[in-house]
Every structure is written in C-alpha cells, then in structure tokens.
C-alpha cells in the first residue's frame, strides 16, 4: 500500500479525478530502451491540463485573472518503465485544499492496468506582482463551492 | 534552514561535490519568461553526469560492467525561477550509503549565488537480468573504499 | 503555389496521407508565444509514425526485419506560427519512390485550416552491419506492390 | 564538395563565424543508440546564440529595439551520427546579406573533426506589430558596416 503524498482534510470532498492517455515517442525513449526519466514531468503535465481544462480551472483561466500558479514542488516515484508502443494512462487527481494552492498527485499506468510512475506537484498563487496570493481569486472560490456542492 | 533531504549516517565520510555550469536556453524558458519546471531533470543530470564522471562512477563505467542504475525517485523544490541569459550553477552532492544505490541531492544556484532549486534523487543498482543486486559491484566497492579513505 | 518537395514520378501511385492532431502543450511554447521552431521534427515524426504503423511499415516493422532508416535530410518552411491552446493537425504524404528510401513531406494546419508549416524528410535504408541497402527489404517491396495496386 | 546552401554575393565580406562546444547528453540519444535527429535545431541554437552573442546582434540585442528575427526556414543533412560522449563542435557561419534576413550555415564535427552533420536556418526581421521590416534596424546596421570595414 502506497503512503499518501497528501494528507487528509476532515470534511474533505472526494478528490477530482482526470484521466489523459498518451502514446509514448520514440524521442522519449533513451538508449536503456525505456523512457527517460526526466521525461515525466510532460506526462504529469498533460494530465493536471486535462483535468484543469475540464474544471475551468486551467492556465488560460488563471491567467485571464492575472493569476500564476507555479509548480513550486514535483516529486515522482519509478515503480516500472514505459517502452516504446506503450500507451501512458496518466490520471491526474486534484485533493481538496482551501489555501491558494493546489495539490495534485499523479498516476501513470500501461496498457495493462500496472501502475508505472506515481507523483504529485504542488502550485502556489501568484498574482501580478509576482506576490504569493494570501486569499482566494474569485473564479477559483467559485470552483471550490461547486466541488464541495458535488457539481463538478 | 531547510530539511536534509537525505538521513545522515554516523561514521559516514564527507558528501562529494562537483559544479556543472550551463547557461539557460531559449528553447528551456516557458510564456511566462521563466525555464520551465519540467526541464530541471536535464539540469540535475549534469551535475550528476559531471560528478559521476570525475568519480569513475558514471554511466559508462556502469554500463562496462553490466549495471545500470536507473533513477527510482526524484524531487524538485523550486526556490526561484531561472531566466534566459542566467547561467545556472548545478552543485551535484553525493551522499555517504553502503547499499548498492545512490543518493544525489542537487543545489542550482544563480549568478549572484542565490538558490534557486533544491532536489534529489535515488537510484538503485541493476543487474543484467534487470534484478535489484544486493550486493556492491567491485568496481563501486573499490569506490567506495577510496572514498571512505579519503582518496577522491 | 507551392514549389513541391518531391520531384514528381511517371506512373507513380498516388501519395499516401495519414493526420494526427495533437494539442499544443505549454513546454512547446517559447518565451514569444509561439511554438519554438525546434519542436517540429516532433511534430512531423507524430504524423510519419501515424502514417507508417496504418500501412505496416512504422519503426517496429522495420526494426523486426533487422533494418533501420534514419533520417538524411530534414526541411522545415515555417509559415505562420502554432499557439497554446491550438491543435496541429499533422498530415505526413508518403511519396512513391522505388528505391531503399522514404521521401516523406508533411503539411501543418491550425484549427482554421491555415498552413503553419511545410517540410520534408528523406530516410534511407540501413542494414545490420550499419550500411545502406541497395536492395529492397521483402516486406517493403510487398508494400510497394500493394500501393502500387491500389490496395492500401 | 558540398553545395554551398547560400548563393554567393559579388563584393559580399568573408563569412562570420564562430564555434560551441556542447558534449552530447544521454537523454538526447534514442533507442539506436544515437543522438536523435529532431535535436539538431537547439545544437543549431547554440551555434547561432554563440555569433550572435559575440556580435552584438543576439536575442536580447534583438528584442531591446522591438525587433524579432523568427526562423522562417530550417534545412538539415544528416552525414554521420553523434554518440553518447561525444562533443558536438558547432560550428555557425553567418553569410553576408544587405536585406532584413539573417543567413546562418552550420558545421556540426565530432571529436576526430569529421563532419557530422550540416544545416542552414533563414530569419527574417519582423517589428512590434508582426510585420516584416523592409528596411533594417540602426543597430543592425552598424553591424553590416562594421563587418563590411572588416571590425568584427
């Protein structure tokens, strides 16, 4: 069993779940026959979008609010390599935080179901002046209100 | 004071250290002006690269003897951004273990010596039939007694 | 009119088309908004890998015959640039040609329908001991016939 | 004897130029144990960053007078590969040309000084409001006077 990369808020809503697939290039691939290691960070990435873009809650959301929120944190754990041919099932999974971050662990499988990587990266708020946000932007206290509601 | 990413052991000689200097690239540096979170994994791999190298540890001396020793975990805290026209000053520090893995923390700092990453990374031996090896490899044994002896 | 890539050949069958569309990610994108023009071979590669595994002549194909075929040449005219939030839509048109070589051209469209960018290709066929084939490998000669016949 | 890539202009000063050293990295290197080809163009970059920088007429040389210079054209022949441990000597030759276009051919030899790879990228000048510039910028061309004068 897996340690948790977050821990539990009581009262919490179930997490947001996204799940993005993508077909490993030959370019990723590294002379070991499997994908480089400092790959990964697209994989993740292209799961967090997918999950964000869904939710409204992706970069162009943020920035149309003159918000950034950059990966202050990443961690990732190699459990079993890719090859070329696979295809990465990357689920993205959002935990419930009520501070101007988000927390978000990853989960890459293959094709048969076999976890392969895990990870999670933490975001902070900042606004224009390059200012770590202390209260909630708007749109974003909205999302929050309809994830706690069950309507996302 | 940040948190050691690595344990200490008693008795352990002195960490190893080596600087890889690398000047930021256009094609690294994302719309918000600053080089992209995910690139940093090619950056922790030159100092890891440079350190191994000095050391008679590097993937070509592991890969003579049928080992490899792919990365198991990695980890990122991202200070400050990096900008196009910096130069990155990659500290690679290998720490002290006895087991057949290595401990590499890395510290990237700008011109002016401000941090602006810290991580690490763990990798685990490998043998030819892609087994974990319980036991050191000679040629990292021998390493390992220079080390201790004050040889590198 | 565009000048084309290929000189055109009596008698030959019509090209082969194949499209992949694939969304701009926010890594591809450099410090001026646009795609970085580096990141195209990926690009094309997407739409010569889609158009090689329809027709069974991908990398696993060739590699199972003990044949490879690395790029020679690579031409990019870039056009009007690709954006964040944009698909590519990659079509890769397979020239037909009778010798041990693929002449590969590639045609990128934005959402709109624009072209963003043209280019080529050329790959030539390498034995085992690392030489080019003066000869036609037997599964790519079976694929002539059969475009030639109008059955792919 | 190769083409030459640029048609030559009566009158026209000796080419500049000016090399990068860049030691291949194992993440640039694909499953046939060579640096893949989609690499090139930022190898390329560091040929042209390197003259550019040394001339005054680099990126942010560029981008303080509100101009951008986007690559409109990229070719590249592939003669021998690079491996793993490899050092690239990169070198970029900027050929002479009075209109607003930037004319850059590129050597690519390894260590034995064999050629391994050659290329050319075209740039066109373009202001703040996306057009192309029909005439050239003052910093630009002092430049063109200074080389002429044979001061660089």
Redesign the interface.
């Known amino acids: 069993m897996r340690k948790p990369y977050f821990k539990g808020i009581d009262g919490a809503p179930e997490p947001l779940r996204a799940t993005f697939k993508r077909k490993v290039?030959?370019?990723e691939?590294?002379?070991?026959?499997?994908v480089?290691?400092?790959r990964?960070?697209?994989y993740f990435?292209?799961g967090r979008?997918t999950l964000g873009h869904l939710n409204g809650i992706g970069?162009?959301d943020f920035r149309e609010q003159n918000v950034?929120a950059?990966?202050?944190?990443?961690?990732?754990?190699?459990i079993k390599?890719l090859y070329?041919?696979d295809t990465a099932h990357i689920e993205a999974i959002l935990h419930w935080n009520e501070a101007a971050r988000l927390n978000y662990e990853f989960i890459i499988r293959n094709d048969t179901g076999e976890i392969t990587t895990t990870g999670y990266t933490v975001q902070l708020f900042i606004d224009s002046n390059q200012e770590l946000m202390m209260f909630l932007p708007d749109f974003y206290m909205n999302f929050l209100q309809r994830w706690k509601a069950g309507k996302l």
């Open positions: 290039r030959f370019e691939v590294d002379p070991l026959g499997i480089w290691h400092g990964y960070p697209s990435e292209d979008v970069y162009l950034a950059p990966i202050k944190q990443m961690h990732m754990d190699y390599p070329y041919g």
